[in-house]
Every structure is written in C-alpha cells, then in structure tokens.
C-alpha cells in the first residue's frame, strides 16, 4: 500500500506534467514513439523473446531483420507496436471488452490467427508456472465482469484500481496467447485515459518486484506491491517526461553525482528510491544536468 507522501508527489507532478502537455502536445508525441521500441522490448522481454533492445530499434525503426531470428519473434514486435501506436492515434474514452479483443487480435496476427481477437472457450484451459487460468466456461463473463466494475465510478486511488484491474486481468489468464503484453498495454492506456505517461516494466527487474507482486495477488487476493511497483514507475516517468520538456541537459546519474561530489551508490540509490528526478534510459539512470535541489521523502 502506498504512503499519503508518495500520493502527494505523485499528484504534484502529476498536476505539473498535465499543464506542460497542453503547451507541447507535438512534442509528447514524439517523446511517445521515441520510447516505443524500449517499451515492446521490455514487454516482450518479459515473456521470453530472444530480441535485444537494437534488434527491437532494427525492426521498427530501421525496418532491418536479422535472419537468425525466429518470424515469431518479429511478429511479436511489429505487431505489439501496432497495437501501441492505435491506441497514440485513437484515444479511447473507457475500457471495454470489444477494444480488448481489437488489440488481442493486433498482437496476435500471423502468430496464432486461430486465437487472435477471442478470449479462451470450450476446452482452452491455460497453465503459467504452477498457476492455473480462470476456467474457459467462465472467461467471458469474468472479463465483462472486470471491465465493467473498473468502470464503475468510485472512490479507490486510481493506481490501486489499475493495479488491481492487471492483477485479476494475469489471473483470469483470459487468452490462450499474449496476455501478459495485453495486460500491461491495457495498464498504460489506463494511464493515458487520465492524461498521464506510460510505465516501462523492466524485464530485468521482472523476477524481483513484478512476478512477486502478481503471485501476491494470487494468493492472498491484495494487489498492494504491484500498486507500489507501479507508483514507483509512475513516479519515474513522470520524472522522464518532465525532464526531457523543462532540462537545458540531460546527463548520466554518474556525472551528476560525480560534479555535484555525491557518492555514485547514494545517488544510485535515491535514483531507484524516485528521491532525485531521476529516469532510465536504455536501462541507464538520467537526469536534469542542472538539478540541485531535493525531493521530498529524500
């Protein structure tokens, strides 16, 4: 559960990031598809591609395939920007069940056509680990279930409403394929519905904070460290965005700590903790070039 001081930051940069996108609406564009090939890399990362971060840049920026990759795997990438870059193109105003399937069927296409765009029926059970989905009877009324409650207007925290919507969204395992990048998209679209920036969930970090915070939940039915973990990485790109609108320069973590005489592992640390404004980059810690002050919490 997230403290009343990580809230308050969470709104004051919220607040302050929300002003600077009326003034560059261009620019967050760009900032957007600048950051698409890190975040497909990560998301299909976490589900086990081979494709390292330049591959994923070759196939989607570069258009440049290496032959020693699997189709799947191109597939897999191609298509996961597709469906990232219709949601860019076409905001939706709520989530629903027909948009679901839509990005389902996207990601899915020319890798499992027999599945794409349906969630799971008749005999179509699916086991993840020692984890077994929702019952193939049932997926369909539970997901209309889940859409509808998220939907429903309530006092909840908006990250512990997204929080809880991924986690029951992993546990009813609604699709025979591709549930874990649908499921963390649908995550970011919810944050864009409340004009905020997308999260990266790092594939290195996935066996330390994100699979624990999703086993959490299926045992104990608490969403709690997955609403912290997605806090902190709200906190983090909110951090990014601000920064890349307002900095003169951006500089590594390392030199900053370096020109400003501050031990590297202490500045690591509050880098990793949000207690600096400080985001990553091709998994390396940046910030304002001319940052000098504190953060609260620090």
Known sequence: MINQV??????????????????HKEAIKE????????????????????????DTED????NQIRTDHEIREIYEAKNLASAIEY????????????????LHKTLLTNIRDEIAGRFRSGK????????????????????????????????????????YFHAE??????????????????????LDMLG???????????????????DEYTKT????????????????????????????KIIPVADWAKNNGTNLQSATNKAIRGTIPAFRVRGHWMIDGEYRGQVDGN
């Open 6 to 23: 990580t809230k308050d930051r969470i709104n004051s940069l919220s607040e302050e990031y929300r002003k600077l996108v009326i003034r």
């Open 31 to 54: 900032f957007a598809i600048s950051e698409l090939p890190e975040m497909v890399y990560n998301s299909n990362a976490i589900e086990n591609s081979t494709l390292t971060l330049e």
């Open 59 to 62: 196939i989607l920026i570069r």
């Open 87 to 102: 949601l860019m193109d076409n905001p939706e105003k709520e989530i629903s069940v027909e948009l679901i399937l839509k």
């Open 124 to 163: 179509e059970w699916v086991r993840v680990g020692t984890h077994i989905g929702a019952n193939p009877e049932f997926v369909n009324g539970f997901m209309h279930d889940l859409v509808r409650d998220y939907n429903s207007s309530n006092d909840e925290y908006f990250l512990k409403k997204i929080a």
């Open 169 to 190: 969204f992993e546990n009813i395992h609604p699709f025979g394929d591709g549930n874990g990048r649908i499921g963390r998209l649908l995550t970011n679209e919810q």
């Open 196 to 214: 905020l920036p997308p999260i990266i969930i790092p594939n290195k970090s996935k066996f330390d904070e994100y699979y624990p915070a999703l």
């Open 221 to 248: 039915n608490k969403a709690d460290k997955l609403t912290e973990l997605f806090a902190s990485l709200l906190i983090e790109a909110l951090y990014r965005r601000i920064t890349k609108l307002t900095a003169k």
